[in-house]
């Protein structure tokens, strides 16, 4: 290498470590930024403490019970079995899981992005130029004297090229990329609340419907007997057939309310084996004989902050605005100027005899660009204000989400205060009615009521009983509604 080839690279390398070492601030003008941005800032919209009473017992503490393990939280071994069966078979887990798969291969493309790029080619040309041209009479030159066909041309060696990242235009892409990745994890996590809290609540409403169908079969057994009763007495004439078909009708009615329910357990056991991925003829295994008195706790709501760390969807939210912030600066850099660096060296040769001779055959070279868009800058100015415009987007996104959180957990505590004292009301009022079965049939037995007062009373004790069994559903399916809404059921 001569010594004015070494000039000329010292030369074009300071040229390029020059272009590599500027500063946003050297270009950052007003003609480069020819608008304003919103950029707008996210808030903490909700109050700091839940504007709700404290259940009787309960203690005020800044603990959450979102914090507690779903393992933990629920104690029944068979629900627990079919939650993790649904973890490892649900169709939409699983899907969810490619899609942070598919996020993690996008933030590995975006790292390579801004990494010099080097490959090794091997090419070869063959040009005829007219022999009128001055390649054309060097070529019949060259013929005469030392070879044939010095139109063709082999190359062989590694060429590098790479965009100096001067303004973390694909740094800030690359980051954007992480941050969604994240956030699709933060959708997993979601989908896995989600998921526990359906299969808890659709088990414990299969219980309920088992619970009901034990209760009519034992308001069948008592209208049966009823209705012989009215059967016998008609025989003997105390009684006349309308009394006979009013109690065959009531026991007619109690037999297929039976069969709805009989078919609403069927339909719940299939939709608990489609949520768990599992299909075959065994039932659902429970224990449905403890429905009734299945505990139901205060649950520690802890401060609205919480729902920052344990809510899965504010999560994945305040990860968007993240990764909205860094796409937006990213776009924005598409106006600043482009660094851009091209190297390559090998050999070089007219006749593969000559391709491997050295230093005769080597080659060099780098170049060093400058690039300022300026025909297109009106699409890249558009895209500037999508992104920003996402990245409003993104924040009112965050702020609709934090304040329906903050609304999920008011309703449910409320749900909770209100659906236990409806528990106890109305388990008084079967009570009640429980007894007053016995002394409608004695009334009835010395003529001192009549059949309907008899009908009336079995009607309103089955309805209440039932009533007890969903307002029960309701209570614990509250608590599993506010653990999942204070963001727990994830861990």
Do not use: C
């Amino acid at each position: 290498m001569s010594g004015i080839d070494r000039k000329k690279i010292v030369s074009l390398l300071t040229l390029i470590a020059f272009m590599g070492d500027l500063q946003a601030p050297v270009f950052a003008k007003s003609w480069f930024h020819p608008f304003s941005l919103s950029e707008k800032k996210q808030t903490f919209n909700v109050p700091k403490k839940y504007d709700t009473p404290l259940l009787q017992g309960s203690v005020d503490t800044t603990d959450s019970a979102a914090s507690i393990s779903w393992r933990h939280f629920f104690s029944d071994p068979d629900l627990v079995f079919l939650i993790e069966t649904a973890l490892a078979n649900n169709q939409e887990f699983n899907i969810a899981i490619q899609d942070i798969e598919i996020a993690a291969n996008e933030v590995k493309e975006r790292q390579a992005a801004y990494l010099p790029k080097v490959g090794l080619g091997f090419g070869g040309s063959y040009i005829r130029p007219s022999e009128n041209t001055p390649e054309g009479v060097l070529d019949t030159i060259t013929e005469r004297h030392f070879f044939r066909y010095p139109d063709f041309n082999l190359n062989l060696g590694p060429s590098l090229s790479w965009e100096v990242d001067v303004w973390k235009k694909l740094r800030n892409a690359k980051e954007a990329a992480r941050l969604h990745m994240v956030a699709q994890y933060e959708v997993r996590n979601f989908l896995i609340s989600r998921l526990v809290t359906e299969i808890a609540r659709n088990y414990y409403e299969l219980m309920a419907l088992d619970t009901s169908l034990k209760i009519l079969d034992a308001n069948i057994s008592i209208q049966e007997a009823a209705f012989l009763k009215m059967q016998a007495l008609k025989k003997y004439a105390k009684a006349n057939q309308l009394g006979v078909n009013r109690f065959e009708a009531q026991l007619l009615k109690t037999k297929s309310q039976r069969f709805e329910t009989s078919q609403r357990i069927v339909e719940k056991e299939n939709f608990l084996k489609f949520l768990t991925g599992i299909y075959d003829e065994a039932p659902i295994k429970r224990h449905s004989d403890q429905f009734m008195t299945i505990p139901v706790h205060e649950l520690q709501t802890g401060v609205p902050a919480q729902l920052l760390q344990n809510r899965a969807d504010i999560r994945q939210a305040e990860a968007a605005i993240k990764a909205a912030k860094l796409n937006l600066k990213s776009v924005k850099a598409e106006l600043y100027p482009n660094v851009t660096i091209t190297a390559g060296a090998g050999y070089s040769g007219f006749d593969p005899q000559l391709l491997f001779r050295t230093p005769q055959s080597l080659f060099y070279n780098a170049i060093g660009n400058v690039m300022t868009p300026l025909i297109n800058r009106k699409a890249i100015i558009a895209r500037i204000q999508i992104a920003d415009a996402y990245q409003t987007q993104t924040v009112l996104t965050y702020e609709q989400t934090l304040l329906k959180a903050y609304t999920d957990v008011l309703n449910q505590v409320s749900n909770i205060r209100n659906m236990q004292q409806a528990f106890d009301t109305k388990k008084r009022e079967v009570v009640i009615l429980e007894d007053s079965i016995g002394t409608a049939n004695m009334l009835f037995k010395y003529a001192k009521a009549t059949y309907i007062e008899v009908l009336l009373v079995q009607e309103e004790k089955l309805n209440a009983e039932r009533e007890l069994v969903e307002v029960k559903m309701n209570l614990v399916g509250s608590k599993v509604n506010l653990y999942r809404a204070l963001g727990g059921g994830w861990r």
